[in-house]
């Protein structure tokens, strides 16, 4: 194997911008040879030692040398900082010295604080006692785990960088002619302070302490600290042959399979029933008018195509404008002179211009919006870091890292709205996906708990989704943030904790199999801020900050899809994203959206949705308010499941608005605020709602998307009926307490 294709396979992977570039200096020392040669008008000859291109190339070196030096110090000094808070935490109160030495006057050891005065160049022993609390001692054995592999880690660095240094010298002596490989050596790199043989000893030594005090302290049937750093090896290696293959897979378009034709056989018959459906929904006098008739087909049609997964979603999303534009089913609304509403089918060509008008909504600018912010993140290590935080609050329990993630997503959909939301909190937990197994079920457990969170947290303010600024534009007079509040946060923590207990269930999650947390522990750039991740803050938290009062501010900025310029502007403007990034948007999402999109349009347009409404309308005159809630929960989860949650609200609202007036006890608010939270419920198809489109999208690294129609019809489907059946209880009672 070529040593610089080892070096990528056996460095931390979290720390590879800091060992030595070796495949840089190699392309620099073929780079000097031509430039030699081509100087050169006469024999070979040997460059001196003071030559410019032989100092181009040393320099290269002490710029890497440098640069690991001061990385390596700083990790050294994090790990004693850790070891004296593991002695301060878990070990009685007496004085405690770790040895150390004072190996270089200008680069010391990162030495720990210590209670006593005694001098850095002695040693103590330290008492292997731990206190008898069982929690503390397990707490103690993980900390252990994590420093062993942390300094193994560091060891393992030193050794590959001094191996670099001395491969990639010979080389340059090889190919410029030169002996400067044993001088850079002997001058310059073993004098650094991490080659030293001090410090090598020094960090053997630390290593020795950790076991020590590990296995003094380690019970029956605990693992050894040299099995787990084997494991974490093996689940760094796979973690690197999963991000090669993702990087050839974006560049070359590779096919993991090639028996995609001969496994959608099946289908054939699957197809062929939803033809025939289609064609007889066509033909049928379901409806009068023959355009609701049509786009009653298309539904019946485009949900069948999307449930069953015949053809892959965003083709499904692209036949939906075409069938609508065909079959004409758009109309348009005019008002005669004596103010009646007078409805005509568009043609092929209005019809087109309408649909495509309406597919480039102000969401899908959202969308793009959230996909430059999250690829910002990702790109500059944010998100890793961000998921860092979330994990050491959340721990490495499976159970407890879902429920975390499922809180930080409904908290986001709160202030941002559950279209943006999901995006960013998908790509916050990239770096845990990375770290599982491409069969574990954890991974879709966890984007499925995000997607359906981020549908609860459209109902936690009135900013949080449309369909809430719809509802309270029919409510008179508009509810307070404070009576919205009491309503809707029990319901999104109820909401939240069945879905997680349903997810805990369906994918048969254990917390005996824990989340790796080694692979979080440290950022991309060793901890430091750089200016551009400033940048990148700023500007998302501006963006933020605009959506909230976007709704408050409309007449000055607008919609918020024209607010979402801003973060592509400031990125792509920049150069902090390039048009690679953006060519690697999640463009299927797109196209699922404008689908959707249009189907809502042509569902509104020709007047499906009003007419069903109105018949149910008829038939519940004279019932209570809760029976009216419910019966129109029913319809509109059923309806929000198939098209837009933002349309089936548009549409189904205004009627139940009108229909609260003149019930026995009107009380048209209540209904309408419990029919905007059942639409925000309804998650059971990708379809359902921006989150599960965004969440259907997602691959591993051998582009297997982690979810399919039937996790949604198996997770979203039950968990949508159990959290409406809250809305129309709790809910109910809630709103009555409250006023509305």
């Known amino acids: 194997m070529k040593f610089a294709r080892y070096i990528q396979s056996t460095a931390v992977p979290e720390w590879s911008e800091y060992y030595l570039q070796y495949h840089q200096l190699k392309a620099l020392i073929y780079t000097l040879e031509i430039e030699k040669k081509s100087s050169l008008n006469e024999s070979t000859a040997l460059l001196p030692i003071g030559n410019t291109d032989h100092g181009r190339f040393i320099q290269a070196l002490d710029d890497s040398l440098a640069k690991i030096i ?43 604080s210590s209670t006593t005065d005694t001098d850095r160049s002695s040693a103590t022993s330290i008492t292997m006692d731990l206190k008898d609390d069982p929690d503390l001692m397990a707490g103690a054995r993980t900390k252990l785990i994590d420093l062993y592999i942390y300094l193994s880690k560091l060891k393992s660095f030193v050794s590959l960088n001094l191996t670099a240094f001395k491969k990639i010298l010979k080389k340059y002596d090889k190919v410029m002619d030169t002996k400067q490989s044993q001088i850079y050596i002997f001058r310059k790199v073993t004098e650094a302070y991490p080659f030293q043989a001090q410090t090598r000893d020094y960090l053997n030594d630390l290593i020795g302490r950790v076991e020590q005090i590990y296995n003094s302290n380690k019970k029956d049937g605990v693992v050894d600290l040299s099995v787990l750093l084997t494991e974490k090896a093996t689940n760094d290696q796979k973690m690197i042959w999963m991000d090669r293959i993702r990087e050839e897979r974006k560049f070359n378009d590779l096919s993991i399979s090639g028996t995609e034709a001969r496994d959608r056989l099946p289908f054939i018959g699957i197809a062929l029933m939803s033809i025939t459906i289609f064609v007889y929904l066509l033909n049928s006098s379901l409806f009068e008018q023959v355009e609701q008739t049509r786009c009653f087909a298309v539904l019946v049609f485009a949900s069948i195509l999307w449930a069953t997964e015949l053809m892959p979603l965003f083709v499904t999303a692209l036949l939906v404008p075409f069938l609508v534009i065909v079959l004409r089913v758009i109309r348009s609304e005019d008002e005669s002179d004596d103010g009646r509403i007078i409805y005509t089918r568009l043609s092929a060509m209005e019809a087109s211009k309408t649909v495509f008008a309406s597919m480039l909504s102000p969401v899908i600018m959202l969308l793009l919006g959230g996909f430059a912010i999250a690829a910002a993140l990702n790109k500059y290590g944010i998100a890793k870091s961000l998921a860092s935080f979330v994990l050491s609050k959340a721990g490495s329990r499976p159970s407890n890292v879902l429920i975390v993630n499922m809180l930080v997503a409904s908290m986001a959909s709160m202030w941002i709205s559950n279209v943006a939301a999901p995006v960013l909190c998908l790509s916050l937990i990239q770096p845990i996906l990375r770290t599982l197994p491409p069969d574990s079920s954890f991974g879709p457990c966890l984007i499925m708990g995000i997607a359906l969170a981020s549908n ?11 369909q809430n600024v719809i509802a309270i534009q029919n409510m008179s007079p508009p509810p307070s943030w404070a009576d919205w509040f009491c309503v809707s946060i029990p319901l999104c923590l109820l909401g939240n904790l069945i879905v997680w207990l349903w997810l805990l ?26 200016p551009t991740q400033i940048y990148i803050a700023c500007v998302t938290l501006f963006t933020i900050l605009l959506w909230c009062i976007a709704r408050t501010y409309r007449d000055t900025l607008g919609d918020m899809g024209v607010i979402a310029i801003i973060p592509l502007i400031a990125f792509f403007g920049t150069g902090i994203l390039t048009k690679d990034e953006f060519n690697n948007f999640l463009w299927n999402v797109i196209i699922l959206a404008m689908g959707g999109i249009a189907l809502g349009k042509a569902v509104e347009s020709s007047g499906l949705l009003h007419t069903i409404a109105l018949h149910i309308s008829e038939r519940v005159m004279g019932l209570s308010s809760f029976q009216v809630l419910f019966i129109f929960s029913c319809l509109v989860l059923v309806i929000a499941t198939f098209i837009s949650h933002t349309v089936a609200a548009l549409i189904v609202i205004p009627i139940v608005a009108k229909v609260g007036l003149h019930l026995t006890d009107p009380n048209p608010r209540l209904l309408i605020m419990g029919t905007a939270f059942v639409c925000s419920a309804a998650m059971g198809l990708p379809v359902s709602g921006f989150p599960n489109m965004t969440a259907i999208s997602q691959e591993n690294a051998l582009g297997t998307p982690y979810l399919k129609t039937k996790d949604f019809l198996k997770n979203g489907v039950p968990c949508s009926i159990l959290i409406m059946l809250c809305i129309v209880t709790l809910g109910y009672v809630l709103m009555e307490l409250t006023g509305i």
């Open 505 to 530: 269930k369906s994918y048969k999650i254990k917390n005996e199999n824990p989340i790796p947390t080694a692979a979080t522990t440290t950022t991309n750039n060793g901890g430091k801020i750089t």
């Open 70 to 112: 001061q990385f390596y110090t700083e990790k050294e000094c994090e790990a004693n900082v850790e070891l004296d808070h593991i002695l301060t935490c878990f070990y009685p109160p007496e004085p405690v010295v770790i040895a150390i030495q004072d190996l270089n006057p200008d680069l010391p050891h990162g030495s720990s």
């Open 456 to 466: 609860l947290g459209g109902i936690a303010s009135p900013i949080a989704s449309p």
